[in-house]
C-alpha cells in the first residue's frame, strides 16, 4: 500500500483531476464526506491536511508521498526528501514587489520588507548580500508599504491583479512555484517500484 498526504484545497481538486487523467480511482475522493483517511481500489490510503502538515506526515514517515505546493517546500526546514516531479499545477511564482520607484531609492537604513515567508525572504537578500530586516505579516502582505510599514514585499504572485489595484509592481522574480510530488526518502527505498509507477502514469497524464 502507498500512503498519499495531499494538501487541502485547490492542490486537493488538480491533484484529483491529475489522478483521474492517470486512470487512478478518485471516487473516494470525490465522495469524500467527514473521513480523515481514505483508501482506493488502486491500494492508495489518502490523508488530506494543510500544506505544512503534509511536510509532518512525510518527515515522521506517516505517508509515503506529499503533494505540496513549492512555496511549502521553500519555507520549511525539512529538506530530507526526495522531489519526484513537478506537475505543472498552481503555478505561480515567489516575487519582490514594491512602488516602481523602489529600485532607485538610496535607502540610508536597512530595507523593511514585509513577508509571510521569513526564510524565502532572507534566502533571497542573503544572495544579495543585502542586510534587511523582515516583517512577518499574515494577512494581506500587500498593506505592508501601502501603509507605510514596509519598503517592499516578498510573496506568492500569479495574476499581479492585487498588486496593481494597489499601486504596486514586481520588482524581481524569485522563484518559480507549482505543485511537487516528494517521496519520503526511506520509503523510496522500500517502495521505489510502486513510486516510479505513480511517477510515470502522472507523467503520461501530463502530456495526454
Known amino acids: 500500500m502507498i500512503k498519499i498526504a495531499i494538501t487541502k484545497g485547490r ?9 483521474e487523467n492517470a486512470d487512478y480511482d478518485v471516487e473516494p475522493i470525490l465522495n469524500l464526506g467527514r473521513e480523515l483517511q481514505i483508501k482506493t481500489k488502486d491500494d492508495l490510503q489518502i490523508i488530506f491536511g494543510k500544506a505544512n502538515d503534509v511536510i509532518t506526515f512525510l518527515e515522521h514517515g506517516i ?7 513549492k512555496d511549502t517546500l521553500d519555507e520549511n526546514d525539512f529538506d530530507d526528501y526526495y522531489e519526484l516531479l513537478d506537475l505543472k499545477i498552481g503555478q505561480c511564482i515567489f516575487a ?8 532607485n531609492k538610496n535607502f540610508q537604513r536597512r530595507k523593511r520588507i514585509a513577508s509571510k515567508y521569513p526564510r524565502v525572504t532572507k534566502k533571497y537578500f542573503a544572495q544579495k548580500q543585502e542586510d534587511i530586516e523582515i516583517i512577518k505579516l499574515e494577512g494581506s502582505v500587500e498593506l505592508g ?8 514585499i516578498v510573496d506568492i504572485v ?3 491583479n492585487t498588486l496593481s489595484a494597489n499601486g504596486l509592481e ?10 511537487r510530488m516528494i517521496v519520503n526518502k526511506s520509503s523510496f527505498k522500500f517502495k521505489k517500484d510502486k513510486i516510479i509507477e505513480m511517477v510515470e502514469r502522472l507523467e503520461d497524464a501530463q502530456t495526454n
Open 63 to 69: 505517508v509515503d508521498i506529499g503533494f505540496v505546493g
Open 96 to 103: 519582490l514587489a514594491s512602488y516602481p520607484d523602489f529600485s
Open 11 to 19: 492542490i486537493q481538486k488538480q491533484v484529483t483531476n491529475l489522478l
Open 170 to 179: 514586481v520588482i524581481e522574480k524569485i522563484s518559480d512555484i507549482s505543485t
Open 145 to 152: 508599504p501601502v501603509v507605510g510599514l514596509a519598503d517592499a
Open 158 to 160: 500569479e495574476t499581479g
